[in-house]
Each structure stands twice: as C-alpha cells, then as structure tokens.
C-alpha cells in the first residue's frame, strides 16, 4: 500500500448486506452492486468518489454479516466514526448497512490483509416448501443424511488443490487452498442443516460447489469416500452442482492470527 499523505487515514468498515437483489460487490454496469451502493453513498457524504476495497467479492445473491472494506481518506474527509455508522445507513438502501466503523492501521487493507473468512450454508431438507426460508436457505425436499455429509466434509480439511471445485470462470493462479474448519450439524435442527467452512482463502464459487457435492452425498448419489478421487481429478465436471447463492453468508473476515 502506498504511504498516505500527511493527514489522512485509513478507515475499516464493517458491512451487512441481504444479497437477494444485489449482483454480488464487484462494481457491474446497469445493475446494482454492493461496492456501487457503498461507492455513492461514500460520496454523498464526502462530497467527493471514494474507492472501497472489499475482503472478497462475494457472488450474485451471496448474504454478508461482516464484509470487512478498507479505504483511505483524505484530511478533509476524516469525520467521527459515529458519522460514518449513522451517515451512511442514512444514505445507503435497506439491503445494505454499515454495522462498525474503526480506524486501522496506515497499512491495512481488507483483501491483502485478510488472514481467513468464515462462510456459512443453510439448508432446509424433507420439509413442505417454505416462503419465510426461500430467500436464505437452498430448499431441498428430499431428506438428507447428515453423518455422510459430515464424513465428506472431513475429507476437505486441510490444504489441497481444489481444482474441481472452482467455477469455469475462476481466474485464480494457484487452485491450492487450506480449510481450516468445515462442519456440517443438523441433528439438534430437525429440518435444517447449518454448513459452516473456515479457510485462509477461496477459489470463486468454491464454497457452493463443495456444498453441491455434500448434498449428493446426503442424498445417497455419492459416497464420502469418492471426495479424495475428486480432489485428485481436479475436474470440475466430476464434482457435485454449483449450490445456489441464496444460501450462503460471508459470517466474518479473520485479520493477523485470529483465523488459528
């Protein structure tokens, strides 16, 4: 990161956003992005364009409890951190809001610094269908095997190459990543199952693409002994569907060692 100019400081923002209507952080032309919202209301309040950097660009419809942005003010922008908190919710749409504002180091960025994220997935399975869960959890009407799905999850733990659980378009360098927590609990929610994957990195769509593959392990079309002759292929083709986004929930983002 480049030094800042005398004065100025690095602010840390802390979002909250229901994904439903939102196409994912990354700036897009001719629909609404999270960073798009945030970017203009930055704006209206600053008086001058403000550029936002985010922990991880979340997908098209994918929720966030504690996104984690970064950005650099000038002198003239710097306000109290209340202003921020209670100024931008006063700008910004109901889907979208600003939950902590505190100021970091003159070195912190929210990608770059980022030392782990924690995802969670919610799944409601063997139910009739359900309005109130449409929009936050993947609706499955068949019941599923909790202990398979937690067995195959337990092959995930660990650093591998997840190959074939990128999305076709991933343009990451390296497909090697480390997860560091992955559980799968269902037996205390009859009806729910709550997926939740801790790891210092992910591929794009990884998360939904190794959730796809639990669900066909609960449902008895794989067994959790085929995951390490997928994680060997490397071969998206061979893996399980892309789970969809509605379900998934950027929980927070780990800095320094917190992530151990």
């Excluded at 919710?89 to 109901?94: A, E, F």
């Excluded at 083709?237 to 929930?249: E, F, I, V």
Aim: glycine share 8%; charged share 25%; with cysteine.
């Amino acid at each position: 990161m480049r030094p800042l100019a005398p004065g100025s400081r690095v602010l840390r923002l802390t979002l909250e956003y229901d994904g439903t209507e939102l196409s994912g952080w990354q700036l897009q032309p001719g629909v609404r992005t999270v960073q798009g919202e945030l970017e203009r209301a930055l704006e209206s309040l600053l008086g001058a364009p403000v550029r936002p950097t985010a922990a991880g660009r979340t997908d098209s419809g994918v929720h966030a409890a504690g996104q984690v942005v970064s950005l650099r003010l000038a002198p003239s922008q710097l306000l109290p951190l209340k202003a921020f908190v209670q100024g931008l919710n006063g700008l910004l749409p109901p889907d979208v809001a600003v939950r902590r504002a505190e100021w970091a180091e003159d070195d912190f960025d929210a990608r770059r610094r980022s030392r782990g994220k924690l995802y969670r997935y919610r799944i409601l399975h063997g139910l009739p269908r359900s309005p109130l869960h449409r929009l936050t959890h993947w609706i499955v009407y068949r019941r599923l095997a909790v202990p398979p799905m937690r067995q195959a999850a337990a092959c995930f733990v660990g650093s591998h190459d997840f190959a074939a659980f990128r999305a076709a378009n991933c343009e990451a360098r390296t497909t090697r990543r480390r997860i560091i927590r992955f559980t799968v609990s269902g037996e205390d929610r009859p009806g729910e199952i709550v997926i939740e994957v801790l790891g210092t990195a992910f591929l794009k769509q990884m998360v939904r693409n190794l959730v796809g593959t639990l669900v066909d392990v609960g449902s008895g079309r794989r067994k959790p002994e085929e995951m390490e002759a997928l994680l060997r292929s490397r071969d998206r083709r061979k893996s399980g569907p892309t789970a969809p986004a509605h379900g998934l929930m950027l929980c927070e983002v780990f800095y320094e060692d917190q992530v151990e």
